[in-house]
């Protein structure tokens, strides 16, 4: 998007600033008669040393001031600007090309101002935002988690934020698609994964950026995965998609991002060439399953490997278990296989029946 706008060329300045900006800002302090701490604070409140904005407190801090008379030099700039019959065409030109990036990450949207050759290398967008406040200049911006948003996009981006997490929540994990439908009014993949692609917590699972979970939002995909894993370990990455797809609430994505999500996990250890997962820390099975999965496991193990489905409802219904529950159970349990119609085993043991 930046190619297509042409930099502004600036003159080098005796203050030692560079970038359009914050030479105009520069200039402007002088002609207002500021100098020295007052020059100092000032410089601070407003980002031109490059660190970003900071509150009245801070910039005080960095001239000996008290946050009230930061307040009191700051509303005398204004005033000042506002009689200036300066057109501070810098400013503006910055920030009309913030609104055309935005939404876009704050480092980016500095890298194509400092390319303009509008601020310096390493400029905080707040700054401009606090610029723009002091001069008075009409703008739709704002600044939330290192990310511009124009304001009537920011609720819509907090709405999408929203809806991921339930998503990741509901699913087991995210997909851009389904997100972009749960949201309606014609949104599209495009900006959907735009937005996402702002917030730190979002982790993609696939080069393509079409599946994610974001960090802070349980998945069922990690319970899913205790359970098959604290009973048979280590597992190939076919077993844990198919435990996955075989849970009570089913977990559905491609092999690629099946694999991409065990690797999220702390506590899983993803070995490619072997087409393997294994834990990193020993998981109890009493915690992972309830009494009734406990039970079913508990007849494999005393009777199996190999059950067929009557077998195990049975004998659970011996075990004074309910045959429905059994049966809903047995079908549904991802830490157990489907060997054949109507034959099961708990994942893993069949591999040492003899075929």
Not at 336 to 343: K, M, S
Request: charged share 25%; hydrophobic share 40%.
């Amino acid at each position: 998007m930046s190619s297509t706008l042409e930099p502004i060329r600036v003159a080098s300045d005796p203050s030692g600033l560079s970038g359009a900006v914050p030479q105009e800002l520069h200039e402007l302090l002088l002609s207002a008669g500021f100098r020295g701490r007052q020059l100092t604070a000032l410089s601070a409140r407003l980002g031109l040393d490059g660190r970003g904005s900071v509150t009245l407190a801070e910039a005080g801090g960095t001239a000996g001031y008290t946050r009230e008379r930061v307040r009191q030099l700051e509303d005398r700039l204004r005033i000042h600007a506002a009689g200036s019959e300066r057109s501070f065409a810098a400013a503006r030109g910055a920030l009309s090309r913030v609104e055309r990036l935005a939404p876009a990450p704050s480092s980016q949207v500095a890298s194509v101002l400092a390319q303009a050759g509008l601020v310096p290398d390493g400029f905080q967008v707040s700054g401009l935002l606090r610029i723009a406040d002091v001069l008075a200049l009409e703008h739709d911006l704002c600044e939330v988690d290192a990310a511009v948003f124009r304001k009537r996009d920011l609720d819509r981006a907090q709405e999408t934020m929203m809806l991921a997490r339930r998503l990741v929540r509901r699913d087991g994990i995210g997909n851009v698609t389904r997100l972009a439908q749960e949201r309606g009014s014609g949104a599209g993949t495009t900006s959907v994964r735009r937005l996402l692609a702002l917030h730190a917590d979002v982790t993609w699972l696939d080069g393509r950026r079409s599946w994610f979970l974001v960090r802070g939002t349980r998945s069922r995909a990690g319970g899913v995965l205790r359970r098959m894993l604290s009973v048979c370990c280590p597992v190939t990455l076919g077993e844990v998609r198919e435990g996955l797809r075989r849970a009570p609430r089913p977990v559905h994505a491609p092999a690629h991002v099946v694999a991409n999500l065990c690797e999220v996990f702390p506590w899983l250890v993803v070995d490619r060439a072997r087409d393997t997962v294994t834990l990193k820390v020993a998981l109890d099975v009493h915690n992972t399953h309830s009494p009734i999965e406990l039970a079913i496991l508990g007849i494999f193990a005393e009777h199996g490997p190999l059950l067929t489905f009557r077998e195990v409802v049975e004998r659970g219904e011996r075990s004074g278990l309910k045959p429905m529950s059994v049966g809903a159970y047995l079908t549904r349990m991802p830490a157990v296989e489907r060997i054949a119609r109507g034959l099961y085993a708990v994942r893993g043991t069949s591999r040492a029946v003899p075929t």
